[in-house]
């Protein structure tokens, strides 16, 4: 265990900046707290950003998966999660998932669609930061990465919510979404059982991390070019 933990240490530190580097600031909101930050930003390229804070989100999403399942899942249980898409929390959400219903939804439920599941996700991201802070030998990396994906997400919330203001003229919907079982925790639950569950969480996390990039690029492509977006 503490071998790998130094093997991903040594690649996590060579691969990190390039995200911190790579990465275009999209802080929406100044020192009062508007968001007026990002309303002189011309439509186009705020979608950009919101799109290139999405891709960042999903890559290293899938980073945070194969470190936590490499230090932590035992080979038996890593196909477990294939099996848990049932207990994720945006699973109740009226989200579609086939390719030919993601096609169908308009401009406006595109936009709304990633909202719902960047706004889904803030507070269990915040709550797996601090169940990984009680497990032994956690690497900072893996902590840091979580708390930087917990930001980053943040972020793209505001650049959402001016988006959808400029695009659709606007005020967002009330789409806040949280489990609370997810989020409360009365009985501490056994070190395999809270390790299987976040490891669950991440793997949906990183499956609707996904669903914001691809939805975000369809709408981008339909913005350059309608009639030819797959």
């Known amino acids: 265990m503490h071998m790998k933990v130094i093997q991903w240490s040594v690649w996590a530190l060579l691969l990190w900046p390039q995200h ?6 999209l802080d929406c909101r100044d020192d009062q707290g508007s968001l007026s930050r990002c309303t002189s930003i011309s439509q186009e390229k705020l979608l950009d950003r919101v799109i290139h804070h999405a891709e960042l989100i999903y ?5 945070l998966c194969s470190l936590f399942e490499e230090l932590f899942i035992p080979f038996p249980f890593r196909l477990q999660s ?4 049932y207990a994720c929390i ?7 998932s ?9 401009d406006k439920w595109l936009l709304h669609s990633v909202l719902m599941l960047v706004q889904s996700w803030i507070e269990p991201l915040v709550h797996l930061q601090m169940t990984m802070k009680r497990y032994d030998h956690t690497p900072d990396m893996l902590l840091n990465k979580t708390k930087w994906v917990s930001e980053k997400l943040i972020s793209l919330e505001q650049g959402l919510v001016v988006l959808i203001k400029k695009m659709l003229d606007e005020s967002t919907l009330a789409t806040v979404y949280s489990d609370q079982s997810v989020l409360q925790n009365d009985v501490q ?7 299987m569950r976040d490891y669950t969480l991440l793997s949906c996390f990183k499956k609707d991390a996904h669903k914001m990039e691809t939805f975000l690029k369809l709408l981008k492509c339909r ?3 309608k009639y030819n977006c797959a």
């Open 20 to 25: 911190l580097t790579a990465s275009t600031p």
């Open 59 to 63: 890559r290293v999403s899938e980073e």
């Open 82 to 85: 294939n099996q848990a898409a």
């Open 90 to 96: 945006t699973k109740a959400l009226p989200i579609p």
């Open 98 to 106: 086939s390719k030919s219903e993601i096609q169908q939804l308009s």
């Open 189 to 195: 639950p056994e070190v395999l059982e809270s390790v």
């Open 223 to 225: 913005q350059t070019d």
